[in-house]
């Protein structure tokens, strides 16, 4: 997705396909249901019945619009993928979203893709040079014309040539006539996972989309891999130089669902540890540990557990509204905020408390339940935070925001304890982050995640959007 204010193109998003089954778009929303957490903005499926390809693209939630007889019937076929796309600010404008599908030379052609590409605005301008035309303003349609013209005779070799020229982070799922293919870029940054439903192979960000399905879990697509699913089999491939692999530390920090499976771990048991480790590294005394829900739950359990203070249930979710993100601009985000959190008095009054949250980004979650906890009566108010603090911003797809707007890029820690309004306000440490994960350390040379938030290390050069975005997005 293109994104105003930054100039650069933005997506988290989650993926999924099947191939080979009966009820593959029936599947296939059931899976994308389970990845809605990666992006509610708009949800997609094509599927192919054999003769012809089916799209359709729907802004909104997958319940809301692909839970019914009417639509599905326009999905036929055995094989189709899908994807759910995340909303940041600027063009939510329906034609960007995926999957992205092209009538080529050598076929019809779907794509649907989660991460961000960061040599867009090159390839663009040559392709554009050059006659290319194109319909949205999203970084997958480039793959598509880069594959549409690609000098190579085999479909598959035309996507490796595209690959070799796309830089970023990017996890793909394409369907065409024969084939089913996943795709991970060389850090494999973003996840894909494959599985297998009754023999029908399964391709998906996250392991939660096999287990809603009944699917079992396969392996994780290997960084720099290409798998290739027909009905031959299951081919892979490795075109890139072999690099160790680099998954983004914030998939099991934020974004990716707690019951998923990552390195035989759940996603809940990482967080978990965050918050033990949390704990561990600061002494805090107070009455209770209250989340801020849901991100910042499974850190508090820890953080209660090895802590030894009460868990308390001190703020209330409503469910019925969607993350904060997701809204478009500051003023609103606000009032989502609001609209999001109400407190549970009982657990509060004369208490002294420590919040927990996962990470702060703007500040404004922490502001607004800060001031509420204060509020509704309690003594102190302490904020805890189960990752280090996220000083830089991201372009490999999960939409933090740039330098300005990062809290944590503009103040210190007391700084930002003020701006928050808590008596004290304390964040994990990068090493404590990495022995959380299993590592016993952070590698300097090679660290085991993109952990450029924290660090500003980044795997990918990220150069072309610094030089466009010079006002933006560096200080
Ligand atoms: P903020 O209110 O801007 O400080 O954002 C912090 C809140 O947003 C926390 O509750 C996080 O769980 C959540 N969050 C952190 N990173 C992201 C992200 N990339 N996308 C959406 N929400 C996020």
Same mark, same amino acid.
């Given at each position: ?8 193109? #933005?997506?988290?998003?989650?993926? !999924?396909? +099947?191939? $080979? ?5 029936? =599947? &296939?929303?059931?899976? *994308? ?124 070799? #035309?996507?490796?040539?595209?690959? !070799?020229? +796309?830089? $970023? ?5 394409? =369907? &065409?006539?024969?084939? *089913? ?124 557990? #090895? ?16 993350? &904060? ?151």
């Amino acid at each position: 997705m293109y994104c105003k204010y930054s100039d650069h193109f #933005k997506d988290e998003c989650g993926v !999924f396909g +099947i191939f $080979g089954t009966q009820e593959a778009s029936v =599947l &296939t929303t059931l899976g *994308l249901h389970s990845l809605q957490h990666r992006g509610q903005e708009g949800a997609g499926i094509v599927s192919f019945d054999g003769k012809s390809f089916h799209s359709e693209r729907k802004q909104g939630l997958v319940g809301d619009n692909f839970n019914n007889a009417h639509i599905l019937s326009q999905l036929p076929g055995n094989t189709a993928i899908g994807h759910v796309r995340y909303s940041t600010t600027g063009d939510s404008k329906p034609e960007n979203l995926q999957p992205l599908f092209a009538n080529l030379a050598i076929g019809g052609f779907a794509c649907a893709h989660n991460g961000n590409l960061t040599n867009t605005h090159s390839i663009k301008k040559k392709l554009v040079e050059s006659g290319s035309i194109f319909q949205t303003s999203s970084d997958t349609e480039i793959i598509l014309q880069l594959v549409a013209r690609s000098p190579k005779k085999k479909l598959i070799d #035309k996507l490796i040539d595209t690959l !070799f020229q +796309i830089r $970023g982070a990017y996890s793909l799922v394409i =369907l &065409t006539n024969k084939k *089913l293919i996943g795709v991970r870029d060389p850090f494999g940054i973003r996840p894909l996972v494959l599985g297998d439903k009754d023999g029908s192979p399964v391709l998906a960000s996250e392991t939660c989309a096999l287990d809603m399905i009944g699917a079992k879990y396969v392996r994780d697509v290997k960084n720099g891999e290409i798998i290739i699913i027909t009905k031959n089999g299951i081919k892979s491939i490795k075109p890139f130089k072999i690099v160790p692999e680099r998954p983004c530390i914030f998939e099991r920090i934020y974004f990716a669902s707690p019951d998923s499976i990552i390195d035989n771990k759940t996603v809940y048991t990482y967080r978990k540890s965050l918050g033990e480790q949390l704990a561990i590294e600061n002494n805090i005394s107070a009455d209770v540990v209250v989340p801020i829900p849901d991100s910042g739950v499974s850190a508090a359990i820890g953080f209660s557990q #090895k802590s030894s203070i009460p868990f308390e249930l001190g703020i209330i979710r409503s469910h019925y509204v969607g993350r &904060t993100f997701i809204e478009p601009s500051q003023s609103i985000r606000q009032f989502g905020v609001k609209l999001k959190h109400s407190v549970n008095r009982s657990c509060i009054k004369n208490k002294k408390v420590i919040l927990i949250d996962d990470s702060i980004v703007r500040g404004t979650t922490a502001s607004k339940i800060v001031k509420m906890v204060y509020e509704a009566g309690a003594k102190e108010v302490h904020l805890g935070i189960s990752c280090p603090p996220i000083k830089h911003p991201d372009f490999y797809g999960i939409d933090t925001p740039n330098y300005n707007q990062l809290i944590a890029s503009n103040l210190n820690i007391k700084e930002m304890s003020n701006l928050v309004g808590a008596k004290s306000l304390f964040f994990l440490s990068l090493d404590g982050t990495y022995k959380a994960m299993g590592c016993s350390e952070r590698n300097g040379e090679t660290p085991q995640f993109t952990d450029h938030c924290f660090t500003g290390e980044y795997p990918i050069d990220i150069s072309e959007i610094l030089k466009l975005n010079s006002k933006n997005v560096t200080r």
